[in-house]
């Protein structure tokens, strides 16, 4: 490894701990500055991520990012609402628990959002932005007004009781949808650098684990909360690497991975054509050489009766051994037959019986 890289991100690696730490010791002065800040972290990524995404709808041929990226934007926003409804900020103060549902919300469009994009990875079907926008803002909404105004959603949390059965089974079916996610990204490895498929495992992994850790807790500033938002912040940077830095630094090389998928699939395909080719040029050789040696003739030829000679087309009489010269490559090589030789030749026919 270089040196330079090493001590690189030894610095960052180093930076990322201290950060992390600094964010624990929040939660000595306030646990809602510490929940804030980690929300706002996953909130800035994902909305970065709709920008990258949005911004390059046109050219960007991989569907799979752009499904996700238009997702998370909506994604972000339930996030951002789920921040500013947790229990101890003055803006929701008829109920201590939107919260709850808000998270649960979130997480069931995020996870089936995962899942769902692998329909439009490597296949021809073209995504429409527009269309899938008004579609996740229209189930935002109805998020929304089922928590805030219908107040239809199911209750997540019960005071002096916990998490409800609601919840918790919740966050298990989350599970299985990002598991179900993870296996569609192993199946279909090759279409992503190895860095990046790397990393999005890592992200996934760390989401279900954010998810399960969500599973335990009783009070909203316990101890299980906060590892699940710290395992968040671990997805979050996971995707920010993956996805979000790769567009920044170098926002042409995932468009470039595509092309040189596609060259490769492109090249791959002129060599079987090639192949093809060749095989139906030797296949015609083959037969070009065979309709050279045969020549055939066909029809009612009209032959003499006496002296055996043919009619061509023109009219002309032939001896019959001239007319299937001329059309055929047979050759003649003369004889005398048995028969002949005593009637033409009667003196040789003898002097042969005598021999013998």
């Not at 911004?55 to 569907?63: A, D, G, L, T, Y």
Request: aromatic letters at 18%; glycine letters at 4%.
């Amino acid at each position: 490894m270089n040196p330079k890289n090493s001590k690189k991100n030894f610095y960052h690696y180093t930076f990322i701990v201290l950060m992390l730490t600094g964010l624990y010791f929040t939660t000595c002065i306030n646990y809602l500055l510490f929940h804030s800040l980690a929300e706002i972290f996953s909130i800035v990524i994902a909305f970065s991520f709709f920008l990258i995404a949005w911004n390059s709808r046109n050219f960007i041929k991989n569907q799979y990012l752009l499904f996700i990226g238009i997702a998370y934007l909506f994604i972000a926003f339930l996030d951002l609402m789920h921040t500013l409804a947790y229990k101890g900020m003055p803006i929701f103060t008829d109920y201590d628990y939107y919260a709850n549902q808000l998270w649960i919300g979130a997480r069931y469009l995020e996870s089936i959002t995962l899942l769902a994009a692998f329909y439009f990875l490597g296949s021809d079907k073209k995504l429409k932005p527009d269309l899938v926008f008004a579609l996740y803002m229209l189930v935002t909404s109805a998020l929304i007004l089922s928590i805030f105004y219908w107040k239809i959603f199911p209750v997540c949390f019960v005071e002096g009781l916990g998490l409800t059965v609601f919840k918790k089974v919740s966050e298990y079916i989350i599970c299985v949808f990002l598991i179900c996610s993870i296996a569609l990204l192993y199946k279909n490895k090759t279409r992503f650098d190895s860095n990046i498929f790397f990393i999005l495992l890592l992200s996934f992994f760390f989401t279900i684990l954010s998810e399960l850790a969500f599973t335990f807790y009783i009070s909203n500033y316990g101890f299980s909360n906060l590892v699940g938002h710290y395992f968040k912040i671990l997805s979050f940077y996971l995707i920010y690497k993956a996805i979000i830095e790769t567009g920044v630094k170098h926002p042409y090389e995932i468009i470039f991975r595509e092309l040189d998928t596609a060259n490769r699939s492109l090249k791959d395909e002129i060599e079987c054509r090639k192949k093809s080719e060749q095989e139906k040029e030797k296949l015609l050789g083959e037969l070009k050489t065979a309709l050279s040696e045969v020549k055939t003739l066909r029809g009612i030829l009209p032959i003499c009766s006496f002296c055996k000679q043919i009619r061509d087309d023109k009219g002309y009489w032939n001896q019959i051994e001239s007319y299937i010269q001329n059309h055929s490559e047979a050759d003649f090589s003369h004889g005398v037959c048995p028969d002949c030789m005593k009637k033409h030749y009667p003196d040789i026919d003898m002097k042969d019986d005598q021999d013998k």
